[in-house]
């Protein structure tokens, strides 16, 4: 009995997992990917991937950060005035950002000394506005949350991939760990990957490849 | 309706009034939280230029039991009655030297009060981006240095954030401020790698920070030379002493 039930309610709301819904979250991940394809929050993935450690907490603020005030907005889509839409946007992401820097500051304050800096920049990141005024101000909050971890992935992905080899490259170490004293090479840091021209030249290279595997092409 | 200008103003101001309350609570509620964690991580700070502490170890205690805090000016006299806590390192770093007020921290023998092991003196500058801070521990003799710890507000991470680390920190270790009687500082050099054991006022750079690391050599001249008159009359006290 309680099996039909429960059939009956999937068909009258779509299930979460749907086709559409599970697009939203592997679209970001690459061929409408935030930096690559949208190539916005260009600038914070330039300023905190030197190391993969602030990459990571980079990553997840603005995965939680981009996903609320999605949630948020679409809640109060309809009421919004078109005319000051844009600030309203802006004022409800920084409400979550300044709350996400006080709790961290309270409960976890050696984080927070890592991390304060870069989750003030996360209020003038473009992936949360340009989710905002491109998908929440017009859809149902169930995708619109959908929509906001799918881009807070597709984001954290670069960041890290990023990181990775700018880490590895410039400074011989990922998370920290020395790899190549590990292994008993010595290795010269490539001052080159530690400054934001080494993230340019890998951003570069990755929708390099990225393209060349799916074949995505900017059309005019 | 959703057009007309007052539904907007009221639209704005409700938004207003519920961000602004939702975080002028949030500042309130958790502000005690946040000032226990602030003098925690001072008297940490203090702590391990002198001494390794591991995890798990009670910060307050052990800092009510070593550490003795006074106020000295620029001539190295003791402001009586002043507390080192009232001093606001950052508003007295804005001042000319002569007319700073200098907390002290003494690390006190603790089988002989009257003498003391280690001098603690807070740094206060600017690095590339902001402030920059920290603590500097001389050993008795007033001129080795016997660790630092250093804070910023927002160096770049993985360049001159890296002052912050023990890596850079402990180059600093077993240095001396004074050569002979005159003050010579130490200073950290450009380019990184480099092997400055053998002389007592250099020390090892940041790759990609060399504009940090002026900031921190700024930094220790401009309150070395505010400290020296107590380190020079104290040491001579030292030195009668023995």
Same mark, same amino acid.
């Given at each position: 009995?309680?099996?039909?039930?429960?059939?009956?309610?999937?068909?009258?709301?779509?299930?979460?997992?749907?086709?559409?819904?599970?697009?939203?979250?592997?679209?970001?991940?690459?061929?409408?990917?935030?930096?690559?394809?949208?190539?916005?929050?260009?600038?914070?993935? /330039?300023?905190? %991937?030197?190391?993969?450690?602030?990459?990571?907490?980079? @990553?997840? !603020?603005?995965?939680?950060?981009?996903? $609320? *005030?999605?949630?948020?907005?679409?809640?109060?889509?309809?009421?919004?005035?078109?005319?000051?839409?844009?600030?309203?946007?802006?004022?409800?992401?920084?409400?979550?950002?300044?709350?996400?820097?006080?709790?961290?500051?309270?409960?976890?304050?050696?984080?927070?000394?890592?991390?304060?800096?870069?989750?003030? /920049?996360?209020? %003038?990141?473009?992936?949360?506005?340009?989710?905002?005024? @491109?998908? !929440?101000?017009?859809?149902?909050?169930? $995708? *619109?949350?959908?929509?906001?971890l799918g881009n807070g992935f597709g984001?954290?992905?670069?960041?890290?991939?990023?990181?990775?080899?700018?880490?590895?490259?410039?400074?011989?170490?990922?998370?920290?760990?020395?790899?190549?004293?590990?292994?008993?090479?010595?290795?010269?840091?490539?001052?080159?990957?530690?400054?934001?021209?080494?993230?340019?030249?890998?951003?570069?290279?990755?929708?390099?490849?990225?393209?060349?595997?799916?074949?995505?092409?900017?059309?005019? | 309706?959703?057009?007309?200008?007052?539904?907007?103003?009221?639209?704005?101001?409700?938004?207003?009034?519920?961000?602004?309350?939702?975080?002028?609570?949030?500042?309130?509620?958790?502000?005690?939280?946040?000032?226990?964690?602030?003098?925690?991580?001072?008297?940490?700070?203090?702590?391990?230029?002198?001494?390794?502490?591991?995890?798990?170890?009670?910060?307050?205690?052990?800092?009510?039991?070593?550490?003795?805090?006074?106020?000295?000016?620029?001539?190295?006299?003791?402001?009586?009655?002043?507390?080192?806590?009232?001093?606001d390192i950052a508003k007295e770093y804005?001042?000319?030297?002569?007319?700073?007020?200098?907390?002290?921290?003494?690390?006190?023998?603790?089988?002989?009060?009257?003498?003391?092991?280690?001098?603690?003196?807070?740094?206060?500058?600017?690095?590339?981006?902001?402030?920059?801070?920290?603590?500097?521990?001389?050993?008795?003799?007033?001129?080795?240095?016997?660790?630092?710890?250093?804070?910023?507000?927002?160096?770049?991470?993985?360049?001159?954030?890296?002052?912050?680390?023990?890596?850079?920190?402990?180059?600093?270790?077993?240095?001396?401020?004074?050569?002979?009687?005159?003050?010579?500082?130490?200073?950290?050099?450009?380019?990184?790698?480099?092997?400055?054991?053998?002389?007592?006022?250099?020390?090892?750079?940041?790759?990609?920070?060399?504009?940090?690391?002026?900031?921190?050599?700024?930094?220790?001249?401009?309150?070395?030379?505010?400290?020296?008159?107590?380190?020079?009359?104290?040491?001579?006290?030292?030195?009668?002493?023995?």
């Amino acid at each position: 009995m309680s099996t039909a039930v429960a059939e009956v309610v999937e068909k009258k709301s779509e299930p979460l997992f749907s086709k559409k819904n599970k697009k939203l979250i592997t679209n970001p991940l690459d061929i409408d990917n935030p930096i690559t394809v949208q190539v916005l929050g260009i600038c914070s993935a /330039l300023a905190v %991937t030197t190391q993969m450690k602030p990459a990571m907490v980079m @990553a997840i !603020a603005l995965l939680v950060v981009t996903t $609320s *005030s999605n949630g948020i907005i679409s809640l109060l889509r309809n009421t919004i005035p078109s005319r000051i839409r844009i600030i309203v946007q802006l004022a409800i992401v920084s409400l979550w950002v300044i709350m996400v820097d006080q709790l961290l500051k309270a409960y976890v304050y050696e984080v927070w000394k890592q991390l304060s800096v870069f989750v003030g /920049l996360i209020i %003038t990141n473009c992936i949360v506005m340009g989710r905002l005024e @491109a998908f !929440a101000m017009g859809n149902k909050p169930g $995708s *619109s949350l959908l929509d906001g971890l799918g881009n807070g992935f597709g984001y954290g992905l670069i960041l890290l991939i990023v990181g990775f080899f700018r880490e590895l490259l410039g400074g011989g170490s990922i998370f920290g760990f020395k790899v190549f004293e590990a292994m008993g090479i010595h290795y010269q840091g490539n001052g080159l990957m530690l400054l934001p021209a080494g993230a340019c030249i890998i951003v570069g290279l990755i929708i390099w490849v990225q393209r060349s595997i799916n074949g995505y092409r900017e059309t005019h | 309706m959703r057009q007309s200008n007052l539904y907007i103003i009221l639209y704005a101001a409700a938004i207003t009034v519920v961000c602004g309350g939702l975080l002028a609570f949030a500042s309130q509620a958790l502000k005690p939280l946040q000032d226990a964690n602030v003098e925690l991580e001072r008297k940490q700070n203090i702590l391990t230029t002198v001494m390794p502490l591991t995890k798990g170890d009670d910060i307050n205690a052990l800092y009510a039991a070593k550490v003795k805090e006074s106020v000295i000016d620029f001539q190295g006299n003791v402001k009586e009655g002043m507390k080192a806590t009232d001093v606001d390192i950052a508003k007295e770093y804005k001042k000319a030297p002569q007319e700073r007020l200098l907390p002290l921290y003494e690390f006190r023998d603790e089988t002989d009060p009257s003498k003391v092991n280690n001098v603690v003196l807070p740094v206060y500058g600017f690095g590339l981006w902001n402030d920059i801070w920290g603590f500097v521990a001389l050993q008795s003799d007033l001129n080795t240095i016997q660790g630092v710890s250093f804070a910023h507000k927002g160096e770049t991470p993985g360049l001159g954030a890296r002052i912050a680390s023990e890596e850079i920190q402990d180059r600093y270790k077993g240095k001396s401020i004074f050569d002979a009687d005159a003050l010579e500082s130490v200073v950290m050099q450009k380019g990184e790698g480099n092997d400055y054991s053998n002389d007592p006022h250099k020390v090892d750079g940041m790759s990609g920070a060399t504009l940090t690391a002026k900031g921190v050599n700024n930094m220790f001249a401009d309150y070395f030379s505010c400290y020296k008159n107590y380190l020079k009359k104290s040491s001579q006290n030292v030195s009668q002493n023995l």
